[in-house]
């Protein structure tokens, strides 16, 4: 059945590690699970898996980081506000959605930071879905002090996002088309010169930014497949590209 706590306006608080399975029977259809009704907070786990239903949550640990975030259902994931986590209560700080294969849209801008506690362990960043927001060039996607990010389908592919920057210490793998626009007010741009490894192509990439800059800053690009950047009148920064695995083509378009 549905876990419904969106009515729950005076905080949601972990005091251990929760999860939240709304298909015990493993029957493949589950219920919705919404935590819409205020940030949920508390240094321990947070395991949702909804099977095929919806899944909305607020801001999570935005006042007391968790120790891991995990999301898995084919149905819709809403992230209505940043998340946080750390590994100070144990979890590995890990944010992932990667089994979130039903597209995950953004309803603000949301900022995903794994090291709340600035000491220099963070925790993997996972989307298993195209990210977007919920109208075009409205929102923006920040991951910051991450460890691995892996993004594994497109980004801004039913609706753009109005910027994309990610901050890492490890590498960041493109598995699909990213898109930007900043026809909400935005500035369009994708910054990856943030990623402390390599960025790694895992499939044909288009990086279409709608005017705003592409930076990929020090970072090399590697991969056997083709990436393809059309700024508009946005700027273009690469560094080393293809020197560890070739790329199959480079293509870069700006006016």
């Not at 259902?73 to 209505?80: A, K, Y």
């Not at 409205?138 to 910027?163: H, I, M, P, Q």
């Amino acid at each position: 059945g549905n876990v419904d706590l969106s009515n729950a306006s005076g905080g949601i608080t972990l005091s251990g590690d929760v999860s939240i399975d709304t298909d015990d029977g493993a029957g493949g259809t589950g219920g919705a699970v919404d935590l819409s009704g205020s940030a949920v907070n508390g240094a321990y786990d947070l395991s949702i898996d909804a099977a095929n239903d919806t899944v909305t949550l607020a801001a999570v640990g935005t006042t007391t980081a968790l120790g891991s975030l995990t999301v898995s259902t084919s149905g819709l994931v809403t992230l209505g506000g940043s998340i946080e986590t750390d590994n100070v209560g144990g979890g590995n700080a890990a944010v992932d959605l990667s089994g979130a294969s039903g597209n995950i849209q953004l309803t603000a801008d949301v900022t995903i930071n794994t090291d709340d506690g600035n000491d220099g362990t963070e925790g993997a960043v996972t989307f298993g879905s195209d990210v977007y927001g919920d109208g075009v060039g409205t929102r923006s996607l920040t991951v910051s002090d991450a460890g691995t990010v892996g993004f594994n389908s497109t980004v801004g592919a039913n609706n753009a996002l109005k910027a994309l920057t990610v901050t890492s210490t490890g590498a960041v793998t493109l598995t699909g088309d990213v898109s930007t626009d900043d026809a909400g007010g935005g500035t369009g741009d994708v910054d990856l010169s943030g990623a402390g490894g390599d960025v790694t192509l895992a499939a044909d990439t288009l990086i279409s930014s709608s005017g705003g800059d592409v930076n990929f800053g020090a970072r090399a690009v590697n991969g056997a497949h083709d990436l393809t950047i059309t700024a508009g009148s946005g700027a273009v920064t690469l560094a080393a590209v293809g020197t560890t695995t070739a790329l199959g083509a480079l293509s870069v378009t700006t006016s």
